[in-house]
C-alpha cells in the first residue's frame, strides 16, 4: 500500500506561482510515474502534467509554459511549480503515481485558489 500527501496549495493571486508537493510513503514499491492532475468545482478531472522515472515530462496543453513538473527518486516526491496562475486554475490538484507493477494511486487533493 502506498499512501501520498500533497501540500503547498493555498489562495493566491493572479500573476502568482505556488509550487506543490506530492510524497509518497509505503514499502516495497517502486514508482514508475507521478502525475498531477486537477478538478474544478462542476469539471471533469483533467491531466496537467506527468514525469517519468527517466525524468521525461508531459504537460496538459493549457500550461503553456507556466508550470514545471518536477521529482526527487530517492525521496519518492514530485513537485508542481505553477508560475503566472490565472483564476481558471483554481481547482483541487491531485497527485497520482503509477508503480512499476500497475498499480496506481491517489492523494486526497490540495486546494488551488487563484483569486484577488
Known amino acids: 500500500q502506498v499512501q501520498l500527501v500533497e501540500s503547498g496549495g493555498g489562495l493566491v493571486q493572479p500573476g502568482g506561482s505556488l509550487r506543490l508537493s506530492c510524497a509518497a510513503s509505503g514499502s516495497g514499491f517502486t514508482i514508475n510515474d507521478m502525475r498531477w492532475y486537477r478538478q474544478a468545482p462542476g469539471k471533469q478531472r483533467e491531466f496537467v502534467a506527468r514525469?517519468?522515472?527517466?525524468?521525461?515530462?508531459n504537460y496538459g496543453d493549457f500550461v503553456k509554459g507556466r508550470f514545471a513538473i518536477s521529482r526527487d527518486n530517492d525521496k519518492n516526491a514530485a513537485h508542481l511549480q505553477m508560475n503566472s496562475l490565472k483564476p481558471e486554475d483554481t481547482a483541487v490538484y491531485y497527485c497520482?503515481?503509477?508503480?512499476?507493477?500497475?498499480?496506481?494511486?491517489w492523494g486526497q487533493g490540495t486546494q488551488v485558489t487563484v483569486s484577488s
Open positions: 514525469i517519468l522515472s527517466g525524468g521525461s515530462t
Open positions: 497520482n503515481v503509477w508503480l512499476v507493477s500497475r498499480d496506481s494511486y
